[in-house]
């Protein structure tokens, strides 16, 4: 354990945690002087000033995870990185946060940065003001879990937890050349995840590699009898699935992902990896998702749909911020048109309005519908096949403010992580290479519901034949 | 494409008081986004059946037994106003 | 009102009695500390999710199949989009395309007659917590937010105000034959609204409907239904166009006033609830809940009249109320003549001017079959009076003694015995000549007075029938 701590991973700490070479304290302090030293460079936390040394009643045992900044702590900020949410405590803790404690782990209380109420794709629309890709400190970390994948990319995380709505993990794992995996919808309870798209998010681990992604797993995943939507199927330790032989594996390759707008040296990295997995056994197959080029209208009825009313209980009325006012519904008003960003209010007023009286059928059911067959293109595709390969993301990280002016274009940059959320089924991004730039290319695993275990036995054929997850950031 | 009226109505419906600016700004571009949207029109789903959840499970109960509530003092400790044990709203002036 | 038709429908609101919430462990009890009864799923705090409780769904279907709906195999929950500070989510989970079910009826008791009045949804949803309006802004308490709620659509087959108020009773009456609901309005686990329009008798076409809220009583309903019937009437007379709007009743001014919204059309952007499966309702559900409803009001009423030989009218008021129809049935089965009659006027007659005057229900005066039996006894052997029987009851319900032990302490035993009724008598004709005259002069009337003196001077004591005997046979010597 000559190394800096806060640089290695959870599974190369455990082991020196279990022959008590070290002490959770030490990697809390480690982390706090990683973060101290870098934070004001890449800004994944919110209020990194605090530090992690203050406050007397720090629990700290086993290796601390890094926690959006949606996800409800007991006793701690959680504010979604928004005005309206400002000063929110929450009362309880998310089951995620339960289940993190209850395995001897705990949370640092510094909470990571994203898009306010993850809508966006870059952590730009922060209240806290952007975070900046460690690898290349002018351009974004990908959104809207940045701040984690940005934070575990620096080595001022162990390991984090972020939310995927439509590619919110996967995305940014992507950008920052991390693990991000997206469980399959109920895998993870959603209880104390604060909702973007109900029937979209999930929970999902980021890490420095496979095997810490399967451990994160293992402890955060399971039924939770507080959220309808999570499901009651034994979780397998997925850590058994790494090393397992990947030969005659079945991966489709889809051709509506490898069309205009994909960068040349994404397609090729990709390519690369198709190719090293190919000689260890995988055998691949070009497949087609008909109705991929909807994916992206269907996601953004959906979810502003659901976003706007899951974004009307924050109303001034019981907890954040509040307008002054002598009326109710100017204080209603104002709260609301002050409290939330601009990303916030295009996306509550797009799905007010595709929820509304006239346009309803025409938008949201029709949108419903092209859900279901999105999600039947997978269904059939997965009677033949293990799992689906492509790139996470068209392109590398973008600059800072390139795309904050066009909100589509914006959008876009999701469009090959949206359809797993649509769909459901579990999805993982790792590193496959870095651009000329040296930037970061991420890889995307899909399989079908539940069979997490196969991304993880795929990813990690690939890791340990592969050193991209071995890179660090200059920090520059 | 998406006229100021209606921008101004679902803003209203949604309570978010817009800016002259911002009423101008969303009409644009939520335009740009509805007509990128529209592309949904070509997809022919007749007898397809809409999905509400990404899975499919029914009959999600509980049982009828009693849990704790929170305290009082956690219940009202976000509150931005409040009187005794009650949160506290402007007048409702419809 | 002879040119105009009412045409009404009523929308009842109707707390579950279940013990928690309906989405959240939380208790439903009613009176306690404002927000003492919360957690963050029925708060509402960011990150919470619902998950619905299956006894409520257990009493809906009750409630559903009693009122003869067709409960629907497929059915789910939406959110019904608005905002107003009681309501926490932002939204109210409710049921909007694919109710619980739909399709049912009840019949309701009209002039003599039996009137069909259609149901056209039940559907399960989440009630709101509870504003207090003070001068300089609105208190809100969210215990009551997340009680379950069924809402019970009515057809607009009613006429009346009075065949509202029968509706109302006649449903209240149902749903506490199937126990899920303490219906009592005053705690506002049974809320009713009216729609009603007018159109002239015979058209067809339905005149401009008016939405009637904020009624505190059934009674309320039927006021405040009278009243618009006059309102809409006298503005059609006079050729004024109706406008559709909702009008508050006001309970101490006896009149509705409308309730100005600038909001027009209401736009709830309903749609479905993701944060809950659907539910699939199986036959076999159905039918092991239809095997659980035991036997309503109007069953219980032909048995009664079957079984006991009550006269209709009899047995559907002692039918009324649940259980004070089960212990009038203990009364009937613990008593051993076969003519149930004298049980029967007395439920009807003393026993519900004592609740009334105490302001419960008879099964709440909490007096015995076997006691209640002992009484009557007294009474058809001629022991006491029905006046003292009236007495020794009232004495039984303070006491909670034995009505023999009341009487013999009392010493009311009616006084039948001949020679002791002649001394009593004796005195009387003495003190009353007057009277006595009077009688033999031809007025009738004289001699019930005379009766009335003896019963006066034996407190009630004497065999009145006896009594008038000797008196007559006295007189008339």
């Not at chain 1, 993850?118 to 002018?138: K, M, R, V």
């Not at chain 1, 949201?364 to 096949?385: C, G, H, M, P, S």
């Not at chain 3, 008798?201 to 505190?216: C, R, Y």
């Not at chain 3, 407190?459 to 006295?474: H, S």
Request: glycine share 8%.
């Amino acid at each position: 354990m000559n190394k800096n701590l806060y640089s290695l991973t959870a599974h190369e700490l455990a082991v020196g945690l279990n022959k008590k070479e070290i002490k959770s304290e030490d990697i809390y302090s480690a982390l706090d002087g990683r973060i101290k030293e870098s934070d004001p460079k890449v800004n994944a936390y919110l209020r990194p000033s605090k530090g992690l040394s203050s406050g007397g009643d720090r629990i700290t045992s086993g290796i601390p995870v890094a926690i959006k900044d949606n996800i409800c702590t007991k006793g701690f900020h959680t504010q979604c990185c928004s005005k309206i949410l400002e000063g929110f405590i929450p009362p309880y803790d998310a089951t995620v946060i339960k289940r993190i404690k209850e395995s001897g782990h705990s949370c640092l209380e510094l909470k990571t940065n994203m898009d306010e109420f993850a809508f966006g794709s870059s952590t730009e629309n922060s209240s806290q003001g952007p975070t900046h890709n460690p690898w290349d400190l002018n351009c974004v970390p990908g959104g809207s879990s940045g701040g984690s994948a940005a934070a575990v990319a620096s080595d001022e995380a162990i390991w984090a937890l972020g939310s995927d709505t439509g590619g919110s993990i996967r995305q940014p794992a992507s950008f920052c050349g991390v693990v991000g995996l997206k469980p399959t919808y109920g895998r993870v309870s959603r209880f104390g995840l604060i909702a973007f798209a109900s029937s979209l998010d999930q929970i999902g681990p980021i890490t420095k590699d496979v095997y810490d992604n399967a451990l994160l797993l293992n402890i955060i995943s399971g039924y939770d009898p507080n959220d309808s939507t999570s499901i009651n199927l034994p979780v397998p330790d997925y850590t058994r699935a790494l090393g397992k032989d990947v030969k005659g594996l079945k991966v489709g390759v889809p051709k509506e992902y490898f069309i205009e707008g994909l960068d040349p040296e994404v397609k090729a990295a990709v390519e690369e990896a198709i190719n090293t997995l190919r000689k260890m056994g995988v055998e691949f197959k070009e497949v087609s998702l008909r109705h991929t080029e909807y994916a992206v209208p269907v996601y953004y009825i959906i979810a502003t749909a659901e976003a706007s009313s899951n974004l009307a209980r924050f109303d001034g009325v019981q907890y954040g911020f509040r307008s002054k006012d002598a009326n109710l519904i100017d204080m209603y008003k104002k709260t609301r048109g002050e409290g939330f960003g601009e990303e916030a209010k295009r996306r509550i007023i797009l799905g007010t309005f595709a929820l509304s009286h006239g346009y309803y059928d025409a938008y949201y059911l029709r949108a419903l519908k092209v859900r279901t067959l999105i999600k039947e293109d997978f269904d059939i595709l997965f009677k033949e096949l293990d799992c689906i390969l492509t790139p996470t993301s068209p392109t590398a990280a973008f600059k800072i403010g390139e795309k904050v002016k066009d909100p589509l274009k914006m959008y876009l940059s999701d469009i090959y992580t949206i359809s797993a959320n649509l769909a459901g089924i579990p999805g993982i991004s790792l590193p496959c290479g870095l651009t000329k730039n040296g930037l970061p290319i991420g890889l995307q695993i899909l399989a079908p519901h539940f069979q997490e275990e196969k991304i993880f036995s795929l990813a990690y054929a690939y890791e340990q034949n592969t050193d991209w997850h071995k890179l660090k950031p200059k920090l520059t | 494409m998406i006229d100021k009226e209606t921008v101004e109505y679902v803003a209203n419906l949604a309570r978010i008081e817009l800016k002259k600016e911002e009423a101008n700004m969303l009409s644009g571009q939520l335009g740009d986004i509805l007509g990128f949207i529209d592309k949904l029109k070509e997809v022919n789903v007749d007898k397809v059946l809409p999905a509400s959840h990404a899975i499919t499970v029914s009959n999600v109960l509980r049982g009828d037994s009693p849990k704790g509530p929170l305290s009082a003092h956690s219940v009202l400790s976000n509150a931005p106003l409040k009187r005794e044990k009650f949160f506290l709203v402007p007048k409702i002036i419809e | 009102m002879s040119k105009y038709e009412a045409v009404i429908g009523l929308e009842v609101h109707l707390h579950l009695s279940t013990k928690t919430k309906a989405f959240c462990g939380c208790s439903t009890e009613f009176g306690k500390e404002a927000n003492s009864q919360t957690c963050p799923v029925c708060l509402g705090l960011p990150g919470s999710l619902p998950v619905f409780n299956g006894t409520a769904l257990d009493y809906a279907i009750k409630v559903a199949l009693a009122l003869n709906c067709k409960v629907q195999e497929y059915t789910k929950f939406d959110r019904k989009n608005y905002f107003y500070p009681d309501l926490p989510k932002g939204y109210q989970i409710s049921q909007y395309d694919l109710p619980l079910s739909l399709d049912g009826f009840l019949n309701i008791e009209t002039e003599g007659s039996l009137k069909r009045i259609g149901i056209t949804r039940v559907h399960m949803e989440e009630d709101a917590g509870k504003l207090v309006h003070e001068n300089d802004g609105s208190l809100v308490d969210f215990n009551r937010a997340g009680v379950p709620l069924l809402e019970i659509v009515s057809q607009p087959d009613i006429n009346s105000p009075e065949e509202a108020y029968q509706y109302l009773s006649t449903l209240k009456s149902i749903i506490e034959y199937l126990d899920v609901s303490d219906c009592d309005m005053e705690k506002g686990s049974l809320r009713c609204d009216a729609n009603i329009s007018l159109r002239p008798l015979g058209e067809s076409k339905l005149g401009v409907k008016t939405e009637l809220k904020n009624m505190n009583s059934f009674k309320g309903v039927k006021d405040a239904l009278s009243y618009e019937i006059k309102r809409q009437a006298q503005l059609l007379e006079s050729g004024e166009i109706l406008t559709q709007e909702t009008r508050l009743w006001d309970a101490k001014e006896l009149k509705t006033i409308s309730m100005r919204t600038k909001e027009g059309a209401k736009d709830y952007r309903y749609f479905p609830e993701p944060d809950l499966p659907p539910f699939i309702i199986t036959d076999a559900k159905i039918e092991e809940i239809r095997k659980s409803i035991p036997e309503l009001p109007h069953e219980k009423a032909s048995r009664f009249v079957e079984s006991y030989g009550l006269l209709e009218y009899d047995a559907k008021i002692l039918v009324a109320s649940k259980k004070d129809a089960l212990f009038a049935e203990e009364c009937f089965n613990a008593y051993p003549g076969k003519d149930k009659k004298l049980i029967v006027n007395w439920f009807i007659g003393p026993l519900m001017a004592e609740a009334n005057n105490r302001n419960l229900s008879i099964s709440g005066l909490n007096i015995s079959s076997a006691y209640l039996i002992e009484l009557l006894g007294f009474l058809s052997r001629n022991e006491i009076s029905n006046l003292t029987a009236k007495s020794v009851l009232s004495d039984m319900i303070d006491t909670a003694e034995a009505p023999g032990k009341i009487i013999k302490s009392k010493n009311l035993v009616q006084i039948s015995d001949g020679q002791a009724l002649k001394e009593i008598m004796e005195e009387v004709i003495g003190e009353n000549q007057k009277s006595v005259t009077d009688y033999k002069s031809g007025k009738e009337n004289a001699l019930m007075f005379l009766v009335g003196q003896l019963m006066r001077k034996s407190q009630g004591k004497a065999n009145p029938k006896i009594a008038r005997e000797l008196l007559k046979e006295r007189l008339n010597a």
